[in-house]
Each structure stands twice: as C-alpha cells, then as structure tokens.
C-alpha cells in the first residue's frame, strides 16, 4: 500500500468511529481479526454468488463505502446498486485478503488487499489493491460502518535516472 492511500485510510478510520469507540478496547486483538476475516469470507462469498443486496447488507444502514473508483457512496440502496452496476459490466468475482486487524472500544479497523476477476466483457482482466474498513456489532453481528477501496497503483515505468518526475523535485527550469 503507497503512504497516500494509508493516510487517506487512517483518517477515515478515525472519522468513522463514533468518540465511545475511540476508548480502550473491549476486546482482544484475536477477536478483532477473527470479525475481520468474517466480514471477509461472507463478502467475498456472497459476492461470487452475485448477490448485491446481500453486500449491502453487510453495511450499517447508514454505512459509507469509498470505492475503488472514487465514488463515495452512502446507505445500503446506493451500495446495492453499485455493486450490481459492477457485477453487470463483468467483475463477478472478488477474493479478500485481510492483512491486519486490531480492536478500538468496540470496534474493529482493518485493512487488506482484494483482486476483482472479470469475466464476460473483461475476461480476462483483473483489478487489486489495498482497501481500510471499520467494523461496528450490531447485536451478535458484525457490519462495515466504513469500507475505503482503492486501486493498486500501476508498475513502475523503466528507470530514466530520476525517482520523481519533474513537476514535483521542487526545482524550476
């Protein structure tokens, strides 16, 4: 994950979390990653099954997603039909990785990584990256009160003995 996304992911993190969170834990680090791998393997399950509504349903009511895109969508009905739009145009798989999970009163953060296999039209094709969500329970369920997606950032161009471009060295010609 490059610094930019991170620190765009960290302070969604923060803003997410109601203030009563934002204490010393209630649970332990185990059980956070438990909720998040979870969260993890019933969207990617209920992904493959095509199922949008039931992705939506892992949202609060009230949940934020910030996709890979860059549209910030709010609520369960501008996520289900996101995610169905997605699922039309051919990315109907999605695997998810969780690479780190810790609790926050009693909440969890985590992030990780997702790869969307095409198929139809973008057979063939695949889109990865890091993404940042925030668990909250409702009752003896886990929802994401935010999830934030972003795309890996392309392969390096071949070295030109520079490691920035011009425009952001600092210096003027």
């Given amino acids: 994950m490059t610094l930019r996304p991170l620190m765009m992911a960290m302070l969604a993190v923060g803003l997410a979390l109601p203030a009563s969170a934002q204490q010393r834990s209630t649970m332990s680090q185990e059980e956070a990653r438990q909720a998040a791998d ?65 609790p926050v009163g009693d909440a969890v953060w985590a992030i990780g990584e997702y790869t969307l296999i095409g198929s139809g039209q973008n057979g063939g094709k695949q889109i990865s990256g890091p993404w940042v969500e925030v668990l909250t329970r409702d009752g003896g369920t886990w929802h994401m009160r935010v999830l934030m997606a972003s795309t890996a950032p392309p392969p390096p161009a071949e070295a030109t003995g520079t490691s920035m471009p011009p425009s952001t060295t600092g210096t003027t010609k």
């Fill in 38 to 102: 979870a969260v993890a393997t019933k969207w990617a399950d209920t992904y493959n099954k095509g199922d949008a509504s039931g992705i939506a349903g892992i949202f609060t009511e009230d949940g934020t997603f910030v996709t890979p895109g860059g549209p910030v969508l709010s609520g369960r009905q501008a996520i289900e039909k996101s995610i169905a739009d997605r699922m039309k145009l051919g990315w109907t798989q999605e695997t998810v990785k969780v690479r780190d999970a810790h």
